[in-house]
């Protein structure tokens, strides 16, 4: 298995966790948990574009979050 195909499984795993999160009733436990989790997984959804551009033969610019985003568009 490439490692795009590993983080995009990943990536999903993360955000089905942070839906979870954000069902939780809002206690301030709850609000920090829900906004780790949205770190994890924006972190993990960058690195997702950064190997998918990789793996997709983009890889002179996907160094920084800002080149990935740029180039994914």
Sequence with gaps: MKRYEERR???AKGIASLKAGLEEPA?????DGVLHR???TFELAWKTIKDYLEYIGIVEKTGSLREAIKNSI
């Design 9 to 11: 499984d990943d990536l």
């Design 38 to 40: 949205f770190e994890f």
């Design 27 to 31: 206690t301030e436990l709850a609000i």
